[in-house]
């Protein structure tokens, strides 16, 4: 079974300076995907950012990118310019996938992270 | 933009009565799930869905749970004989093709049962 822990219950920074939530993950997969989701106040969760275990590049999507460190099971995601509107809650999160190149659809999530951003 | 709905936002009701939570998924999406999250804890995967019948399912998703397509929009999961312990926030979702494709999440309905 998988586990994905975040260490950190609650993060807050300045408004436009850079902030890193932190998540590891335990797992015997060799082939699986990392996702961060954010959940703003209104708890409508949505994608942020998105890691394909098989690639080492890093993925970044404009102001986010991660950290994955495949050996030490690590997946952190930083936020630059850190904006008022990405106050919310982050979560981790793990998906295996399959020997056939596909995966369940099954998401096994961290206990969040609460960021607030302060003006 | 497209997106999940849930119905109703919040729903009460008593230990032992039965509870149907309603999603309507976006429209092209052919996989659909279900996930809750007690008060504090961490979101957990209830079960997922295609073609009408259950792909996956996890081990709180036992005999009192189902789901059911009922008609060409809507999802729902099916409560039986509610338990005071299933008092959460339930999340449906849907994703377009299966797996690494985004899971597009409701923004749930929060049951309590008293």
């Known amino acids: 079974a998988q586990t994905v822990t975040q260490s950190q219950p609650e993060m807050s920074v300045q408004e436009a300076e850079t902030v890193t939530l932190s998540c590891t993950y335990d797992?015997?997969?060799?082939?699986?995907?990392l996702f961060w989701y954010k959940q703003p106040p209104s708890r409508q969760m949505i994608l942020v950012i998105r890691q394909e275990a098989y690639k080492q590049q890093n993925a970044t999507e404009n102001r986010f990118s991660v950290n994955f460190q495949k050996a030490a099971k690590s997946f952190s995601l930083k936020i630059s310019d850190s904006q008022l509107g990405d106050t919310a809650m982050y979560f981790c999160a793990f998906m295996k996938q399959s020997a056939g190149g596909t995966s369940y659809g099954k998401l096994t999530f961290g206990q969040g992270t609460i960021l607030t951003v302060h003006p | 933009e497209p997106e999940v709905t849930q119905t109703p936002s919040h729903q009460v009701t008593q230990m032992g009565q039965e509870v149907i939570l309603r999603c309507v998924p976006i429209s092209n999406h052919l996989y659909f799930y279900w996930y809750r999250q007690i008060l504090g804890q961490k979101v957990e995967f209830l079960v997922s869905f295609y073609n009408n019948e259950i792909s996956e399912k996890s081990e709180i998703f036992d005999d009192q749970f189902s789901v059911e397509r009922p008609d060409g929009s809507n999802f729902t999961l099916k409560i039986r004989s509610t338990k005071l312990e299933d008092s959460a926030m339930y999340f449906c979702?849907?994703?377009?093709?299966?797996?690494?494709?985004?899971?597009?999440f409701g923004p749930g309905t929060r049951l309590t049962v008293t």
């Open positions: 979702a849907s994703s377009e093709l299966l797996g690494v494709y985004e899971q597009y």
């Open positions: 797992t015997s997969e060799n082939n699986y995907y």
